[in-house]
Each structure stands twice: as C-alpha cells, then as structure tokens.
C-alpha cells in the first residue's frame, strides 16, 4: 500500500530519470561563447563554487564528479572535469544509479542523489573542499529540495530506514516524519507531520523559507493530501485532498518568490509509472486551484518559474499514444513547454522537431526571462551513461515557430546533472 509514496518520491523528487541525462566529452565549444577547455581550466582557480555546472559521469571506477564553467546561457564552457569518485566502487555495479543533483543555495555543498544495492541514499560534495560524504550518515532517505534563506545549506530530506546501530534516533524508537538536514554537520532536526515517513511524497519551502508545502497518501487508489504549515512544523492546517480524480497524487511543489502561488503536479494514482500528469496552481493559502497545463508525468521533471515569475517552464510528454512509454524509461519522447500563469495558454518552445532527438528535458531560463537553456539526447544507457548536448529556444509568443540554437556538441558519459 507505502509502495506509492515511495516509487512517486524516487521519481519525481530525486527525478529518476531527469538525473539521467547529461555529461562529459571532449572539446567542445559553444556557439555563443567561444572558449576553450584550457582557459576554463586556467580560470577555475579564480571561479565561486556556483559559477560551475556539474556532472556525475561515469568511468572505470565507477561514478564520479565532474564540473565544467558556466557560461551566461547556463551551459557548460568547457570539458567536464573530473573531480573525485563517489567512493566505494559505486557505479560499477548495475544496480547503481545517480538520479538527481542539486546545488545548495550558497553554492558550497551539491546534494547527489542515488541508489545502491536497492537504497536510497544522498551523498554531500562539498564544493570547497571537493570531499564527498554520505548524510545523513547511517540512514536510507530522499533528498528533497534545498531550503531558502537560513544558513544556504540546509535541505528537506525524508528519511526512511535506518542503516545500523549508528543510524539517529529521535526519542526512543525510528519513527521520523520529515528531516531537515544541515548538509555541513550532517545534525538534523525531526519536523512532525503527522504521518509517518512512509506516506510522505513531497515537501518544499516557500522562497522566502517561513513556510512548507508537503503532500502525503495512505497508499495506492487513496489519492494524496496537500498540507501548509510553519518551517518548524507549526500551525499545520489541511489545504486539500485530491482523491476523486485519476490524477489525484500532488507533488514536485514550487513556489513563487513575487507571486503568492504554487505550482504543483497531479500525476496519475496508478502502478503503471510513467502516465501524463497535468501542472496547477494553487494560491499560498492552498485556494483558487486552476489547471494550467498537460506534462510528462513520473519522471521527476521540475517545474521551473520564468525569473520575472510570469511563465513557468516544464517538460511534456509527446508520444501519449505509445503504451510502452508509460512504462519503460527509455521510451519517452518530450519537449519543452511554456505556460503563462495569467492566461493558461502554453505552447511548445522546442521538441524532437527542431534537436533531433528524442529527449527535450531539465529546462532553465535565461536572466532576462526570453529564452530557456535545456539539454536533448537519445535514451539514456543505463550501464555507459547518456550523451546530452545543450540548446537554447526562444520563448516567443504562443503559435511562433520555436526559434531553438545547439549549443554545445553531445556530452558522453553523463549519468547526472545538476
């Protein structure tokens, strides 16, 4: 019945498939930026830890961490270059997966998410000191998404076995709700939800960090139910329970930093993983619910708000008609959509059409809020990695032919990105 809320975190929180996506090569340079993988060696010394982009890439000691500059468009100026292994021969067994990596907000610590030997675990690269460390120690859990605000490092994390004797128990037995995790220390402080860890799906902050969206389920064919309450796990009040429709299970929750909304997904409360899920939003009261948008569903894709906060970016799922896509990883085909919040109208900016691939996916946008960076490749190899090259589009207005430029040569070796 826990099976929901465990395989929908795996997807769509840690992003199963969206780490999937991305790595390293050989000299390539941008077309908008023209430098090579010598000067951004000689510049690397001198670059914050946030000016970099990286990457989990794959070789014969397993997985390891790589990094590259960034250039202005949000691709990489250089060659990924390797950093360190994960450790522990991880990567070299099949079981082995890295599924999502995310950057902390003050830049010094990058959370890496995977699995290994069938658990779910979340390793800390620490960007300074280019270490890498399991935390929580001695407990199997997902990493959620980093908290804003407070110390820059600080991440919402669900824990859900612990691995030991030395695994931290809060009272006198393992009965956590939702973790927050000082990615420095490793100390974590134990949130109440009022469920089990189990039932658990989703949580984020709101951008200015007083608050917490979290969504929860009894288990498959129950629906799910959407919370607000305090950082500290105050003042929890009921917003809403989706249990009536076959998209009826809510997460991958955003909030908007100059808008009172949260967008969200509603994916399909069903065993079979990889159904089309629809985008809303809701204001930070959990009220005015109004569907914006049809998505891939499952596979963890973010929902990304534009930086003048009007459009919100995201991937969707082009082959609906294939059943085998519902089901295999390897066979989903998508591009990249825009939806206007205002008006609900979204429109495709780039898709297999104008890359040639079949995956269009892990959207960004550009300072000025008029053009989205995003990686495309072919199905990812599960054992070797994929090969992503990197494009930008032009978010033009609905019913414009998508103006879409490479950017990048494709990438091989990539198992993750962040």
């Known amino acids: 019945?826990?099976?929901?809320?465990?395989?929908?975190?795996?997807?769509?929180i840690v992003g199963v498939v969206a780490g999937l996506y991305l790595h390293n090569t050989r000299a390539y340079l941008s077309r908008h930026t023209i430098r090579t993988a010598s000067d951004s060696i000689q510049h690397a010394s001198q670059a914050s830890p946030a000016a970099y982009l990286y990457y989990t890439l794959k070789d014969a000691r397993g997985f390891v961490v790589a990094r590259a500059l960034k250039g202005s468009s949000g691709q990489?100026?250089?060659?990924?270059?390797?950093?360190?292994?994960?450790?522990?021969?991880?990567?070299?067994?099949?079981?082995?997966?890295?599924?999502?990596?995310?950057?902390?907000p003050d830049g010094n610590y990058l959370a890496i998410s995977g699995v290994s030997d069938h658990v779910d675990l979340v390793w800390i690269f620490n960007t300074l000191r280019l270490t890498t460390t399991a935390v929580p120690a001695s407990v199997s859990g997902n990493f959620l998404h980093w908290l804003p605000r407070g110390n820059g490092h600080s991440f919402l994390y669900r824990p859900m076995l612990p691995l030991g004797p030395d695994a931290p128990i809060d009272g006198k037995s393992w009965n956590p709700g939702l973790w927050s995790v000082d990615a420095a220390t490793g100390a974590h402080t134990n949130i109440a939800i009022a469920v089990p860890s189990a039932n658990l799906i989703d949580a984020s902050a709101s951008p200015d960090g007083s608050r917490i969206v979290y969504s929860t389920t009894s288990g498959l064919g129950t629906g799910s139910d959407v919370w607000l309450m305090n950082n500290g796990g105050t003042n929890r009040?009921?917003?809403?329970a989706v249990n009536n429709a076959p998209q009826s299970v809510a997460g991958l929750f955003s909030g908007c930093p100059a808008r009172s909304q949260i967008v969200y997904e509603r994916l399909v409360d069903s065993p079979t993983p990889f159904l089309a899920a629809s985008v809303w939003v809701m204001n930070s009261q959990g009220a005015l619910q109004m569907h914006i948008a049809?998505?891939?569903?499952?596979?963890?894709?973010?929902l990304v708000w534009s930086p003048d906060s009007q459009k919100i970016a995201y991937v969707v799922r082009t082959n609906l008609a294939d059943r085998h896509a519902d089901a295999?990883?390897?066979?989903?085909?998508?591009?990249?959509?825009?939806?206007?919040?205002?008006?609900?109208?979204?429109?495709?900016?780039?898709?297999?059409?104008?890359?040639?691939?079949?995956?269009?996916?892990?959207?960004?946008?550009?300072p000025d809020s008029a053009r989205i960076t995003f990686t495309a490749s072919n199905a990812v190899n599960l054992?070797?990695?994929g090969s992503p090259r990197y494009y930008s589009a032009l978010v033009a207005a609905p019913g414009v032919h998508p103006n879409v430029?490479?950017?990048t040569s494709p990438i091989p070796h990539v198992v993750a990105a962040g």
């Open 328 to 366: 295999l990883v390897q066979d989903l085909q998508s591009a990249i959509g825009v939806t206007s919040v205002a008006t609900a109208r979204s429109w495709i900016v780039a898709s297999s059409q104008q890359t040639g691939v079949q995956l269009n996916i892990n959207p960004t946008w550009t």
């Open 1 to 12: 019945m826990k099976r929901i809320a465990i395989a929908f975190l795996s997807l769509i």
């Open 237 to 240: 009040i009921h917003v809403l």
């Open 405 to 407: 430029v490479q950017l």
């Open 294 to 302: 049809d998505a891939d569903g499952g596979h963890g894709y973010p």
């Open 76 to 104: 990489p100026l250089s060659n990924p270059q390797i950093v360190t292994p994960l450790g522990n021969s991880f990567g070299l067994s099949a079981g082995d997966s890295v599924s999502s990596m995310q950057l902390s």
């Open 383 to 385: 054992i070797t990695g």
